[in-house]
């Protein structure tokens, strides 16, 4: 691996390879913890490398976590008698121009399957 020829940033040691890299990772007040992800170590002051497959593996793993806690408070209204629920301007750019929705209830959640 060429990764192996990486110098520490911190003190310009010569890193070497290694397959038990742990990163830690605040993601929306939560602190996730990723382990075993490749890259270099310096052997000097410990500071570590994540090779790109590495890093590309932990976004996607706080991409996991990041998904559930976005949540948006909106309050129930009433219009024309019925009850109406706004969609949030971010879920609504996210969605793009799907106008069709398949809702159902989930305890007390209610989901919707938008297309
Ligand atoms: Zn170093």
Known sequence: MSETKIKCVVCGTQ???AKDITLTSMVQ?????ITRLTGTRCPNCGE?????????????????????TIVFK???TV???RR??????????ALGKKE?????????KI?????
């Open 74 to 76: 909106r309050k129930i």
């Open 15 to 17: 890193t070497e390879e």
């Open 29 to 33: 007040g939560r602190e996730i913890v």
């Open 100 to 108: 069709n929705a398949d809702i159902w209830l989930e305890g007390d």
């Open 48 to 68: 570590q490398y994540v090779d790109a497959e590495s890093s590309e593996k932990a976004l996607e793993i706080a991409g996991k976590f990041r998904k559930p």
């Open 79 to 81: 219009s024309g008698g």
């Open 111 to 115: 989901v919707a399957e938008v297309y």
């Open 84 to 93: 109406v629920l706004g969609i949030p301007e971010e879920i609504d750019r």
